[in-house]
T-cell receptor, first 108, second 113 residues
Framework: DAKTTQPNSMESNEEEPVHLPCNHS???????IHWYRQLPSQGPEYVIH???SNVNNRMASLAIAEDRKSSTLILHRATLRDAAVYYC?????????FGKGTRLHILP | NAGVMQNPRHLVRRRGQEARLRCSPM?????VYWYRQLPEEGLKFMVY????????ESGMPKERFSAEFPKEGPSILRIQQVVRGDSAAYFC???????????FGPGTRLTVL
């Protein structure tokens, strides 16, 4: 079973920042936090991952709490193309266990 | 560099027939994963393979399902004697090593009549 907890859905206005929360209270020292997203009728797409420090890439930023029991995916300026289901995953090996994710709606 | 390719994209089978789903990983990737997504649900891990080896098949149903990744050619997910409950989207992913980012294909949507 998935070890993370995410809100079922969120809404955001276009061109505004979006903060997607994730709780992973059972995380251990060797578990990474991965984020994937799935656009409608497509396969999942890697977004970002991290272990302890905050991470930035061209798609998003990942803010990890100091105790690592939660994290936040930040989309700095949401567009309509960011409407998708976002999955937060806690794992330490090759297997990705997907939860139900957060369905992000972007309002024009 | 082409992405992960899956074919067919859509497959229709009648109950009792066999379904063969193919996955060509990205160039240079020797690790392949298969996932199943039922309508309105998240993805479920099925199996993890390296060339000629099954590494983890803990998500595979015990009967009718099998997977292979031969030395040459694509990975194949085979479903024998399909039933309506097998109707789902099947996604393949590949990675260059056994951890880290996985690259997903567009999926095969199987419909069992």
């Amino acid at each position: 079973d998935a070890k993370t907890t995410q809100p079922n859905s969120m809404e955001s206005n276009e061109e505004e920042p979006v903060h997607l929360p994730c709780n992973h209270s059972t995380i251990s020292g060797t578990d990474y936090i991965h984020w994937y997203r799935q656009l409608p009728s497509q396969g999942p797409e890697y977004v970002i991952h991290g272990l302890t420090s905050n991470v930035n890439n061209r798609m998003a930023s990942l803010a990890i709490a100091e105790d690592r029991k939660s994290s936040t995916l930040i989309l700095h300026r949401a567009t309509l193309r960011d409407a998708a289901v976002y999955y937060c995953i806690q794992n330490r090996d090759d297997k990705i266990i997907f939860g139900k994710g957060t369905r992000l709606h972007i309002l024009p | 560099n082409a992405g992960v390719m899956q074919n067919p994209r859509h497959l229709v089978r009648r109950r009792g027939q066999e379904a063969r789903l193919r996955c060509s990983p990205m160039k240079g990737h020797s690790h392949v994963y298969w996932y199943r997504q039922l309508p309105e649900e998240g993805l479920k891990f099925m199996v993890y393979l390296q060339k000629e080896n099954i590494i983890d098949e803990s998500g595979m149903p015990k009967e009718r399902f099998s997977a292979e990744f031969p030395k040459e050619g694509p990975s194949i997910l085979r479903i024998q004697q399909v039933v309506r409950g097998d109707s789902a989207a099947y996604f393949c992913a590949s990675s260059p090593e056994g951890f880290g980012e996985q690259f997903f294909g567009p999926g095969t949507r199987l419909t069992v009549l």
